[in-house]
């Protein structure tokens, strides 16, 4: 038997939710849209490639984390898709946006095999405990001051990423020939993801006035996010304080050595003998999951 526990929390969305819900840390507002048009068709990929692949899992301990996992894994689709749908109905326009988001992984799903897909999974899956860690450890900086309806749905989001963070790989070594496997897909499975980001990102700035944005959305997510982090930690270094600051960055309250750490840990978790359980774990996701068991209102439980 699985360990994971599939939590059915009654998110709701509508069109109060605006489309800039972290005026705080703006960057992180455009981040947290991405991710939401990013979760729904991504978590439909490892469902339908996860059924697709059931058959072939012969392990029976194996077969329980699969069925836990696409379990959790359609609760995040059901949840971000509520989201998704109050930008739609306030940004028409974003629903060709979701089409095109949805056709990149339907074709992956069509044209690619099993081991590629199971892969893809592991490879996306390995980077979100070191990468979510430093989000949860630091969530008053990112996070404090924007919508608590769309802080709670990512964080809540992001512990159970955590909570599963061997699954994927547990799946794709049972299924794949070698421990390398996926690592040789990993440049291709990146080069989709940076494909998809691209699509969304491009969509947002089509269809949602600058006013509401903010800034280009295609541009924070392509260089803003990377370039102001090292704008921020090494100009004071070799040119000295701006006279003008910086827009707040996601990581602004993140030391560089954590952010190193973090990257370090991304890079290495794409290595054939990286293992999630071996990562350092942030210490808010057991206090989230022993709010949920008390009964807490979790739909707002960040931000009250």
Same mark, same amino acid.
């Given at each position: 038997?699985?360990?994971?526990?599939?939590?059915?929390?009654?998110?709701?969305?509508?069109? !109060?939710?605006?489309?800039?819900?972290?005026?705080?840390?703006?960057?992180?507002?455009?981040?947290g849209n991405v991710f939401t048009f990013f979760a729904v068709p991504f978590e439909q990929y490892i469902i339908g490639a996860l059924r697709d692949a059931e058959h072939l899992i012969t392990d029976p301990a194996v077969a329980?984390?699969?069925r836990a996992f696409v379990r959790q894994e359609a609760q995040h689709s059901s949840a971000h898709r509520k989201h998704l749908n109050s930008l739609i109905k306030q940004y028409p326009g974003l629903e060709e946006t979701r089409r095109e988001v949805t056709d990149r992984f339907d074709?992956?799903?069509?044209?690619?095999?099993? /081991?590629?897909?199971?892969?893809?999974?592991?490879?996306?899956?390995?980077?979100?405990?070191?990468?979510?860690?430093?989000?949860?450890?630091?969530?008053d900086s990112i996070f404090g001051g924007g919508?608590?309806?769309?802080?709670?749905?990512?964080?809540?989001?992001?512990?159970?990423?955590? /909570?599963?963070?061997?699954?994927?790989?547990a799946i794709c070594a049972h299924l794949t020939s070698s421990r390398w496997t996926r690592t040789r897909f990993a440049p291709a499975t990146a080069g989709h993801v940076l494909g998809v980001i691209e699509t969304i990102t491009r969509g947002f700035d089509r269809h949602v006035p600058e006013a509401d944005r903010g800034m280009s959305a295609y541009r924070a997510m392509r260089s803003d996010v990377v370039l102001s982090e090292l704008r921020a930690r090494l100009r004071p270094r070799f040119r000295g304080p701006r006279r003008n600051p910086l827009p707040a960055r996601i990581f602004h309250d993140v030391s560089t050595r954590e952010l190193a750490g973090m990257i370090g840990r991304l890079i290495a978790?794409?290595?054939?003998?990286?293992?999630? !359980?071996?990562?350092?774990?942030?210490?808010? !996701?057991?206090?989230?999951? =022993?709010?949920?068991? =008390?009964?807490?209102?979790?739909?707002?439980?960040?931000?009250r």
């Open positions: 038997m699985s360990d994971l526990v599939i939590r059915k929390i009654p998110w709701t969305f509508d069109t !109060a939710v605006p489309f800039r819900w972290q005026p705080a840390n703006p960057l992180m507002g455009i981040f329980a984390e699969c074709g992956l799903l069509a044209t690619r095999g099993i /081991e590629f897909h199971v892969s893809y999974i592991a490879d996306i899956e390995a980077t979100f405990t070191p990468l979510f860690k430093v989000f949860l450890d630091h969530r919508d608590p309806r769309v802080a709670s749905l990512i964080l809540w989001h992001f512990v159970e990423e955590i /909570e599963h963070r061997s699954s994927g790989l978790s794409q290595a054939p003998y990286h293992n999630p !359980a071996d990562q350092p774990l942030p210490e808010w !996701a057991a206090v989230w999951m =022993r709010a949920y068991e =008390r009964g807490a209102d979790m739909t707002t439980f960040f931000g």
